[in-house]
């Protein structure tokens, strides 16, 4: 059994080393005096600077951001709704069926949904950008956030809503009061992975991005074509960092809930102890 942990977690320090090595090697030469990845010449800030300055770059930075957090607000707001609706379909191969649908669309290409957006926005007539960037992202982040909500909802005791009924409760108190505040922590935890596949996805944004619209996965592609620049390592470094930083948040709400105690969880949810 110890050969066997022993060779697990070797394994498991080897895939780390394969994903993390690249990385690292790219934040490691964002800070190359050098015009090259090929030598480390000194230590410098410069590109990061380059990229500070860039006010193209920031315009793209806060196109990304207004984009993410837009769609990851009303994705996550339309995955609470459609959870409740899965949940409380009582017939088993009707739910089998919506859960099937919800994860083919997290399993189908990129290629494939984003080539179905422009012909859809084609056929259509909205115009490639802003509008047509937000509508695909909040598509695609929806039966994410769903899979993050559902397994709360299937997990919250029936009797907390039936208590609350009985003690004349409304639809909308049960709601607000009982059901939301239980499975808050799978909100969160679905608005932050739609945050975190809006600021990662190219592929989708790629395919409907108009002229004079453009996001930082689509800009930087596009710098990357036009030859090796350390302004890019930079840019990928900040954001790899601010990745990290959303993370970690997310990791701490998830400790600080987890260490409540439940009859705190219990009265945050509107129920008598």
Do not use: C
């Not at 808050?184 to 409907?208: C, E, H, K, N, Q």
């Amino acid at each position: 059994m110890e050969n066997r942990n022993r060779w697990s977690n070797l394994y498991l320090a080897l895939v780390f080393i394969v994903l993390y090595a690249p990385i690292f090697y790219l934040m490691y030469y964002s800070f190359n005096s050098g015009g090259t990845m090929h030598e480390f010449e000194g230590f410098t800030l410069d590109h990061y600077r380059e990229v500070v300055q860039d006010t193209r770059l920031i315009i793209i930075v806060i196109n990304t951001l207004v984009i993410a957090l837009l769609s990851s607000a009303i994705a996550t707001i339309i995955a609470v709704i459609g959870a409740l609706a899965i949940q409380h379909v009582r017939s088993r191969r009707a739910k089998n069926t919506l859960l099937s649908l919800n994860n083919v669309l997290i399993v189908s290409p990129d290629v494939i949904i984003g080539a179905s957006f422009l012909i859809l926005f084609t056929i259509a007539g909205v115009q490639l950008g802003f509008s047509s960037v937000l509508l695909s992202h909040i598509a695609f982040s929806v039966p994410i956030a769903v899979l993050m909500i559902l397994p709360h909802l299937e997990e919250m005791s029936p009797t907390l809503t039936d208590a609350a009924r009985d003690l004349g409760a409304t639809r909308r108190d049960v709601l607000t009061k009982v059901i939301l505040p239980v499975i808050r922590p799978g909100i969160f935890s679905g608005f932050f992975m739609a945050l975190t596949y809006s600021l990662d996805d190219f592929a989708v944004t790629f395919f409907v991005t108009g002229n004079g619209y453009s996001t930082l996965s689509v800009e930087i592609y596009s710098r990357a074509r036009q030859g090796v620049s350390l302004s890019i390592n930079a840019l990928s470094t900040l954001i790899f960092l601010f990745t990290v930083l959303l993370v970690v948040g997310y990791y701490f709400l998830t400790v600080k809930k987890a260490k409540k105690p439940s009859a705190e969880l219990t009265a945050e949810a509107g129920v008598p102890r």
